[in-house]
């Protein structure tokens, strides 16, 4: 155990300057600190013990790509990659992952070769208050808001033929037919908001559909519901109640439009939003405190933080990494086109495909 905090630079795919105001208001008011770990989200730190990346470096100022390269002030053992996005949305190549000591998802690991990979759901940041519009951030409430209205939904017109995102939104068209004015859609390209909270605070039930189909894998568009406050008509995670309170959430299925839209007309007629309280208040306490991405790197790295290796190295952001190192980078280029070959025929992708 160390006498003083673990520092912990914290950096994300964010602009620098926003990344403070991003990652703040997960903090306990008024400090930096929890637990033993203490957090900075200054990209030019120079003087930290633990390393983390949020899906990778930040950019350079102005720029889109992640060109970062970053000399460590700690060592390599004492850094982490979380990435949260599916096997199909992104693969990282084996190469490109060696540089952190620990590498932070649910991944297969035929799909990620680390030898310290921690496979589990990643925290994700809640979408919920978080200002899309270049606004401030909400600070998460300790309590959810008080409801006056039924049901909604976010969404947009993304229809991307790898992912469940042509199904998703072709669901939602046909379940604005059957459910008419009991069901307020938002999103970009139906009706935008800067916040999800402005689609999620004042409403009783969401539906919230994941674009990727894993049994272990959730996204923020579940636990932003426990946030919320709200119950969740679910597509996504089967294996949900390994973490969640079973009852905190009713099942949908998307391919069966007139079954979902008369399991949400009997959920808000016998309002099962008031009969499920106690498991939607064991979701929340559950997702602020495992999943509040700070919360959670901070527990983590009290358990993996090594104060005894020397300091050293360089990390590369993934643009960066392939400049620097070409040779590497079509190693892993190779590595990723085999994978996605074999996770087209796994069993777990064919709700994907369907």
Same mark, same amino acid.
């Given at each position: 155990?160390?006498?003083?905090?673990?520092?912990?630079?914290?950096?994300?795919?964010?602009? %620098?300057?926003?990344?403070?105001?991003?990652?703040?208001? @997960?903090?306990?008011?008024?400090?930096?600190?929890?637990?033993?770990?203490?957090?900075?989200?200054?990209?030019?730190?120079?003087?930290?013990?633990?390393?983390?990346?949020?899906?990778? @470096?930040?950019?350079?100022?102005?720029?889109?790509?992640?060109?970062?390269?970053?000399?460590?002030?700690?060592?390599?053992?004492?850094?982490?990659?979380? =990435?949260?996005?599916?096997?199909?949305?992104?693969?990282?190549?084996?190469?490109?992952?060696?540089?952190?000591?620990?590498?932070?998802?649910?991944?297969?690991?035929?799909?990620?070769?680390?030898?310290?990979?921690?496979?589990?759901?990643?925290?994700?940041?809640?979408?919920?208050?978080?200002?899309?519009?270049?606004?401030?951030?909400?600070?998460?409430?300790?309590?959810?808001?008080?409801?006056?209205?039924?049901?909604?939904?976010?969404?947009?017109? *993304?229809?991307?033929?790898? =992912?469940?995102?042509?199904?998703?939104?072709?669901?939602?068209?046909?379940?604005?037919?059957?459910?008419?004015?009991?069901?307020?859609?938002?999103?970009?390209?139906?009706?935008?908001?800067?916040?999800?909270?402005?689609?999620?605070?004042?409403?009783?039930?969401?539906?919230?559909?994941?674009?990727?189909?894993?049994?272990?894998?959730?996204?923020?568009?579940?636990?932003?519901?426990?946030?919320?406050?709200?119950? %969740?008509?679910?597509?996504?995670?089967?294996?949900?109640?390994?973490?969640?309170?079973?009852?905190?959430?009713?099942?949908?299925?998307?391919?069966?439009?007139?079954?979902?839209?008369?399991?949400?007309?009997?959920?808000?007629?016998?309002?099962?939003?008031?009969?499920?309280?106690?498991?939607?208040?064991?979701?929340?306490?559950?997702? @602020?405190?495992?999943?509040?991405?700070?919360?959670?790197?901070?527990?983590?790295?009290? *358990?993996?933080?090594?104060?005894?290796?020397?300091?050293?190295?360089?990390?590369?952001?993934?643009?960066?990494?392939?400049?620097?190192?070409?040779? *590497?980078?079509?190693?892993?280029?190779?590595?990723?086109?085999?994978?996605?070959? *074999?996770?087209?025929?796994?069993?777990?992708?064919?709700?994907?495909?369907?």
């Amino acid at each position: 155990m160390v006498d003083a905090p673990i520092r912990i630079k914290f950096m994300s795919k964010t602009q %620098p300057d926003q990344v403070e105001g991003l990652w703040r208001p @997960l903090l306990p008011t008024g400090t930096d600190q929890i637990g033993a770990c203490r957090f900075s989200f200054d990209p030019n730190d120079r003087d930290y013990d633990f390393l983390v990346a949020y899906e990778d @470096l930040s950019p350079l100022p102005g720029s889109s790509k992640v060109l970062r390269r970053e000399p460590l002030a700690c060592a390599p053992i004492n850094t982490m990659l979380l =990435t949260t996005e599916p096997a199909s949305i992104r693969i990282d190549g084996p190469r490109y992952l060696r540089q952190f000591g620990h590498v932070w998802t649910h991944k297969h690991p035929s799909l990620v070769h680390h030898p310290r990979q921690i496979r589990e759901t990643p925290p994700l940041r809640f979408f919920y208050g978080r200002n899309l519009a270049g606004g401030a951030h909400l600070t998460i409430p300790e309590n959810p808001p008080e409801k006056s209205a039924d049901l909604s939904a976010m969404s947009s017109t *993304k229809a991307m033929a790898h =992912t469940v995102h042509a199904r998703r939104l072709a669901f939602f068209s046909e379940l604005k037919v059957e459910l008419g004015e009991m069901l307020n859609l938002f999103g970009r390209g139906i009706q935008p908001v800067d916040d999800k909270a402005e689609a999620m605070a004042t409403y009783r039930y969401h539906i919230a559909v994941e674009n990727h189909v894993e049994p272990g894998h959730f996204t923020e568009k579940l636990t932003d519901c426990f946030v919320a406050g709200c119950l %969740p008509f679910y597509f996504g995670d089967p294996d949900y109640a390994k973490i969640f309170p079973s009852d905190a959430l009713i099942p949908i299925d998307i391919f069966d439009v007139p079954a979902t839209a008369q399991i949400i007309r009997d959920a808000i007629a016998t309002d099962q939003f008031q009969s499920r309280q106690n498991a939607l208040m064991e979701a929340r306490a559950t997702t @602020l405190d495992r999943f509040n991405t700070l919360r959670a790197v901070a527990d983590r790295v009290e *358990k993996v933080y090594d104060e005894h290796t020397n300091r050293g190295g360089v990390i590369h952001g993934r643009h960066a990494f392939r400049k620097a190192h070409p040779l *590497k980078a079509a190693q892993d280029a190779l590595f990723v086109a085999r994978s996605r070959r *074999k996770s087209h025929a796994h069993p777990l992708q064919s709700v994907i495909e369907e």
